[in-house]
DNA sequence: TTAATATTTAGATATACATCTAATTATCTA
DNA sequence: TAGATAATTAGATGTATATCTAAATATTAA
């Protein structure tokens, strides 16, 4: 995944809380809003932003769709950061 | 310093190859335009985003400005990205 | 003090993005 | 199958940003 892509996913800070709400546990989009100050639309976009970064995943249950964080990626994305941070690189 | 603008300022990849050209050592801001692909002003502009992020510092010589990284806002940006990262906070 | 060099600032443009309301799609249930 | 619930898509709007050329500022040197 491009860490450009990565990084502006990271930058906004109602995905972050996203990210957050999904360290605890899978969600479905309606709890998550329940939680947050935007609404359904604003939410599913942000939720599509972190899909294409990889960072999060999705399954449908029933009516829900329940989001889960990739946490392969998040390690990866982890790694690719800390490189670009890494003085001694 | 906001962990959102610090991410934004690292989401853009000539703001990274800056970062980048910085770690060998300090440079003018001369020196790094002949190594990047964009005009002296969109430079300017570009380290201005990293100077006010605090990633990078600036001082005079003579007629050049030269820029050098902010070791210890890396570092302190690279933990605040770890926590956002990491699973089990 | 005039000319040259280095960098920034001003102003313009095109693109991306965060947000909203309204409409659409998908699933479940009565 | 009709209505209710859950989520996404469409379309609009305002703001931010990456880029450029041209102009302004700061420093050095002749």
Redesign the interface.
């Known amino acids: 995944m491009p860490?450009?892509q990565t990084?502006?996913a990271?930058?906004?800070?109602n995905r972050?809380r996203i990210?957050?709400l999904l360290?605890k546990k899978d969600r479905s989009v309606g709890e998550m809003g329940d939680k947050l100050p935007i609404t359904g639309p604003t939410l599913s976009h942000h939720l599509d932003t972190l899909k294409r970064a990889g960072l999060v995943s999705s399954r449908r249950e029933g009516q829900q769709i329940i989001y889960s964080?990739n946490?392969s990626s998040?390690?990866e994305?982890?790694e690719k950061?800390?490189d670009?941070?890494d003085?001694k690189?």
């Open positions: 860490i450009s990084l502006s990271l930058a906004d800070k972050r990210i957050d360290k964080l946490l998040i390690e994305a982890a950061i800390m670009i941070l003085q690189k």
